[in-house]
Structure formats: C-alpha cells, structure tokens
C-alpha cells in the first residue's frame, strides 16, 4: 500500500535528494547517474538555496493517528478530537524542522475528510479541507471507523464474550444464513472509501507525496490475555483475522489510488497487546500514556521512524 510515490508527477529522485539534504544537513546536488548537473552562471536554473523537503506538511486521520491522552493535559481533554502534541505527525514535523498542519480527529471516518465532523458542543471542519497546491507531503491513516467496523471488531466482540468465554460468539453472531461473515461487505466499502479519499487527496494537493499509514497487529497470533483484553477464547482469532483484512483493505484502496503504504502489521510483530512491549493498549487504557485500545507513545515513534525512513 505501485504508482510513482508522489501524486501529480513529482519526481523521485529529487525528492529523496532534497530529504536527504535536510536529514543530514549537508548541501547536494542533482546528478544525472553519476555525473553532476551543471549549469552556466546565468541559467535561471540555478539555485544555491534549494526548498527543504517537506514545506508544507498536513496529517489527516482518526485517532491511531491523534493519539488519544498522550500525554494527558489539561487542554487536551477538553479538545474533542483529543489531539496529542507528541503523535507521530508531530514527532516527524520535528525532526524535520517543519511545521505540520495536523487535523487528524479522533473518532473520524472517512467521511469526516468530506464533511464536517460533529460532537456535542462543537464541530470540526471537513480534514481535506486542510490542503492546497502548496501542500508537498501528506500523511493519512484512515478507515478503521467507516461503518463502527473497529467498533465492531472489538467492542462487539468484547460485549458478546460472557455467552461462550471458551467458544467464539462473536464469530457466531457475524454468520449470516449462508455461513458468511456480514462484515465482509464492509472490508469492501472501506477499500472503496480510502481510494476515493487518496484520489481526492491527488487533485487538491497535486503536488504532494502521499503515505498511507495501516493499522497495527492488535493480537497475538497465539495465545490469550484476558487481563487486557477479555474476549473468548476462539474470537481471539476471529478478531486477529478481523484486524488483518482491516489493513488488507485499507492497503489495497491506498495503493491503488496512487498512495505510498506504511505497513504496521509487519512493524508491529511482537509488540500486539498482548505481548511483553505493547505497541496499543489492553482495554483499561493508561491515563498517562494511551486510552483503551489505542496506540501507546511506543508505537507513534515507531511509525514517525518509518514515515523519516521513507522521506
């Protein structure tokens, strides 16, 4: 989640050579394979100042990308869309001495990249509002809340474990006649949903890179534990599998509208909820350091390291 990494015809390389140019605070040049590019003293061409990379950065996304109560301030708790100042936009904005339009939102679907997003006594503008012909990288993690399917993955889930704490009533109870699971069709949609947000994304910022960022491994391939995450014991798998083709989904949709694919599931192996150094939390959350089922400050810088990487 192969198109060319910039959307708009950006090219490549100078992209990667301007962001090394920053990361190492060096001076460059453009070359044309081995041999250096030169220009005479009066070529319009030349620059002896070239733009850093990225000028103009703005995060979109839900709350694996707001990182809810990380860390717990005051004004952060008030904010509906619980914003952290140290998530992972903020992290790679830093690093990069850049400042970073961040309207990521807890509890925001794709829709609320079109629309406005409600709460109770406030309401957020629609997040692809944030962007422009100037904007030159974009970070988006998306699709998770389109049709309450996380909601559905795991609170369901979590609800329905005192049927059957040994069987898999969740499973059980997202049969339908035919023996197929009902939240295939919504695997689907979310693939649909996040191409399209990418495609938009393409035409109002054309000149801007796009990384896609996935959802992490939530459970463990083997094994249980009910301390942090009290689901019965088969629908550990079932919601393994849930969480998997929820980042299949989003992957499929991102790359194929033309977006770069930061890929959690396979950076995330060995630290899922369950394990000794968890990227998310168990269902009880941290007041200091992560609510419930979301990303510790473990995973943010996790994936501000891989997003650097790529740039």
Known sequence: MVRSPRLGGVRVLATLLLAVCLLALTACTTSTGNRPVTAEPDDPRTSTTPAPFPADYVALGDSYTAAPLF??????????????????????????DVSVTDVSCSGASTVSMFYEQRFTTESRPPQLDALSDTTDL?????????????SKMIFTCLRLAGRDPQGSPCRERNLNSKGKDK????????????????????KRAPNARVLLVGYPQLLPSEGTCPAKLPLARGDYVYTLELNLRLAKAVRDGGVRAGAEYVDLVAASQGHDICSAEPWVAGVRGDPKRAMGLHPYPAEQRAVADLILAML
């Open 183 to 202: 939240l295939e069709r919504k695997l689907g949609e979310i693939e649909h949903n996040v191409a399209r947000v990418v495609r938009t994304i393409g």
């Open 71 to 96: 860390p717990l301030v005051e004004e952060e708790q008030i904010d509906s869309c619980l914003n952290s100042r140290l998530n992972y936009p903020s992290l790679v904005a830093r690093t990069l």
């Open 138 to 150: 974009v970070t988006l993690g998306i699709g998770a809340n389109d049709s309450n399917f996380f």
